[in-house]
């Protein structure tokens, strides 16, 4: 379950996001900068994400004793992490895209202006990164005395879109730099594009980590390493294992030998944690 200090946290990354959204917009307004209002609403769309973010915890925490949800509700956080990390996909595509016209199609930047822009980007950005460090994305849960790493999709998601923001930040601010000093305007559309893949490659490995859960796709690793352990002891005709959160597995299967579900569950527990074991054995 995951705690309120990781809410918190993610609230203050939101408060501190929007009123940045603000003043960009509003400054933009008032002093007729494009670059500012354009910056103003890309962070609104981090303030979305992490809105998402926000919320999907109190839902969690709200239906967590809910008897409608079979195995709790830990793909709460799956599924926000999956929703976020397509917009984090959405993001990463159209800065390639801007990147790719902008190099076709120079365009004159305002570089003092530009950079101005970039560097509050940045020092924003690092404050929440600052904020959301240490909690949420990864951490070691500690059972019986033995040590599971545990993965946070929801949360992970949104330190992402933050990461992303601050990746792009120092490309923009190195390539408007270099264009200011040593007029390297191709730079600016470059690093755009190379941060819009890295962006992308983000997104993909985490739709991919998400959607496997949300299929409930088979932990194959995870049931040859169960099978290598109970042997020779226990076979199975038949095992199915798969993650039904981001942290938690399920176990069905038949059992050739006499052992018990709870016998197999503590014998396997140091591999990963088991939420449900079902297993049909011959004494039933």
């Known amino acids: 379950m995951i705690g309120f200090n990781t809410e918190k946290k993610t609230l203050a990354v939101i408060t501190l996001t929007v009123i940045t959204m603000l003043a960009e917009i509003i400054a933009g307004h008032i002093t007729h900068s494009m670059a500012l209002f354009a910056d103003g609403c890309h962070m609104g769309t981090h303030a979305l994400a992490l809105s998402l973010t926000f919320f999907t915890y109190i839902l969690i925490r709200k239906y967590a004793n809910s008897q409608s949800f ?5 793909k709460f956080g799956t599924l926000s992490g999956f929703t976020s ?8 595509i159209f800065i390639i ?19 101005i822009v970039a560097v509050i980007g940045f020092i924003v950005n690092f404050l929440c990164i600052i904020i959301m460090r240490g909690d ?14 545990h993965e946070d999709y929801n949360f992970k998601a949104a330190y992402l879109h933050i990461l992303a923001d601050l990746m792009t930040s120092v490309f923009a601010i190195g390539a408007l730099v270099a264009a200011k000093y040593a007029n390297w305007n191709f730079l600016d559309p ?7 893949i890295i962006i992308c490659v983000w997104a993909f490995d985490l739709i991919k980590s ?11 690793d995870l049931k040859k390493k169960v099978q290598e352990k109970l042997s020779p002891e226990v076979k199975f005709s038949e095992l199915h294992i798969w993650k039904i959160s981001d942290n938690s597995h399920a176990l069905v299967g038949k059992a050739i030998t006499c052992y018990n579900d709870i016998e197999i569950k503590t014998a396997i527990e140091d591999l990963a944690d088991f939420e449900c074991v079902t297993i049909e054995t011959p004494n039933k």
Not at 70 to 74: I, P
């Open 136 to 149: 949420g994305n990864q951490h070691c849960h500690h059972h019986h005395s033995h040590h599971h790493d």
């Open 210 to 220: 998400t959607s496997m859960i949300l299929l409930d796709a088979e932990d194959l």
């Open 97 to 115: 895209k801007e990147g790719i016209e902008r190099f076709i199609n120079p365009v004159s930047i305002e570089l003092n202006e530009a950079i």
């Open 85 to 92: 990390s397509i917009l984090l996909g959405i993001t990463g």
């Open 190 to 196: 470059i690093v755009g594009i190379i941060g819009g």
């Open 70 to 74: 079979v195995f709790g509700t830990g």
